[in-house]
């Protein structure tokens, strides 16, 4: 099945705008077993939208189209979806009944503008909508089927796990001959893509069954491996041979599959050892923080963390002696030291983290450019570590970096302790 996306609106042209629609139905077809063949922008040009439709839908088997459904005057994606296919628009019941319930519920008249939602492309299918007013509309161009989806992300991933995703997995199940696919998701930290290439590379010649794929979402690196077979049950056994192969060549780099994200994991590993955590977080501005307390239920191993920027609430709040500021400077191996050993003290905390550094643009020193990072991790048992990182990039990558580094340093601690 070829599958191609078009997604429409100045916005996204212009830069205004990031396309995240694109990527989250990339990963959900993955999860089918379909790579996505061509993403398209399109700025709020007619010609350029019908002239786009015609050429996308004389390729593909499907066509997933977002935006330009609303009820404003830049909003006629369905009037070049009509054009393509030589129709008129038309006023739906359905839709229009679907649209003045809305309204009533939400106690406002319905205007004018909000009844262009309610003209399609003659022929085309409506589906309503659950999270907001412009339907899911289907169309078909020759042997090509056209989904319309609204933009807004929210409305954007209810059609599609609702309607769109189950109406191309009943096609592919339907065809002759088709392959049953067994998928994994390995999430990695600490191994740049190159890396994680290189070492799973070996590997592809024995599985021939499988595909491998990589995709970066910056600071994890994600392996994909989907394999293929006549019977779901070998399927499921050629994805478990590569996975366990996969694992022993990745080791410690590998910490959830799947759709588990990275906080979860560690606060459920912080959870098995019975242990707590505290932050002191200078560069990074409560990133750590931010990251864990995202988690529901966080609460039963994450203490709290402090946000200590300056110098001077380096001191007042976790203690950090003002002699060791004055000597080695609020970026430097002791000062995280302190922080981290000054913040667990101070809440009571199986486990203390420190971040300092220099992200940017302005700051650092010969000796520490911006871009260096201290981080420490203080506990029971052991004397604190402290580890020097350089990051390169913009003053949010380096954050961004800052942050996972600290909480990869307590991760990969709770592992070696597990073992022990």
């Keep these: 099945m070829r599958v191609e996306l078009l997604c429409t609106g100045d916005e996204l042209v212009t830069g205004l705008i990031t396309d995240t629609n694109s990527t989250y139905l990339e990963a959900r077809l993955f999860d089918l077993g379909v790579k996505v063949e061509r993403v398209v922008l399109v700025g709020d040009v007619r010609p350029d939208i019908t002239q786009t439709l015609l050429e996308a839908a004389a390729r593909a088997d499907v066509v997933v189209v977002s935006g330009g459904l609303g009820p404003t005057a830049d909003d006629f994606t369905l009037e070049c979806a009509a054009a393509a296919a030589g129709v008129p628009l038309e006023e739906d019941a359905r839709v229009l009944e679907w649209l003045r319930e809305r309204y009533a519920a939400r106690g406002i008249p319905i205007n004018p503008s909000a009844l262009r939602m309610a003209r399609i492309p003659r022929g085309s299918e409506p589906v309503r909508n659950p999270a907001g007013s412009a339907p899911l509309v289907v169309l078909t ?107 022993r060549v990745l080791g410690r780099h590998v910490f959830a599959a799947d759709g588990e994200e990275y906080a979860p994991a560690l606060l459920s590993a912080l959870g098995r050892a019975g242990a707590t955590l505290a ?66 003290a101070a809440c009571g905390a199986t486990y203390g983290l420190a971040v300092t550094g220099y992200a940017g643009p302005g700051g650092g020193t010969p000796d520490d450019p911006v871009g260096t990072v201290y981080c420490a991790l203080a506990g029971p048992g052991f004397a604190t570590r402290c580890e020097r990182m350089s990051f390169s990039g913009d003053r949010e990558r380096v954050r961004l970096f800052a942050a996972s580094h600290t909480l990869e340093m307590l991760r990969q601690h709770l592992l070696t302790a597990a073992q022990s």
Aim: proline share 8%; net charge neutral.
């Design 141 to 247: 161009l020759g042997r090509c089927r056209l989904f319309f989806l609204p933009g807004v992300p929210r409305e954007y991933r209810a059609l599609l796990d609702n309607e769109v995703l189950p109406r191309i997995r009943a096609e592919l199940e339907s065809r002759p001959g088709r392959l049953f696919r067994a998928f994994r998701l390995l999430r990695t930290v600490g191994i740049p893509e190159s890396e994680l290439d290189l070492a799973v590379a070996p590997l592809v010649p024995s599985h021939p069954r499988v595909v491998f794929g990589f995709r970066t979402h910056a600071p994890e690196n994600h392996l994909k491996l989907m394999a293929e077979a006549p019977t779901q049950a070998e399927a499921d056994q050629a994805l478990a041979a590569v996975e366990a192969e996969c694992r």
């Design 279 to 344: 932050t002191a977080e200078s560069c990074t501005g409560g990133l750590i923080a931010q990251r864990l307390t995202a988690v529901p239920g966080s609460s039963t191993v994450f203490i709290g963390g402090a946000v200590v920027y300056s110098e001077k609430m380096k001191t007042a709040w976790v203690g950090v002696p003002t002699e060791v500021l004055e000597r080695h400077t609020a970026v430097s191996a002791p000062t995280a030291v302190a922080m981290a050993e000054g913040v667990r």
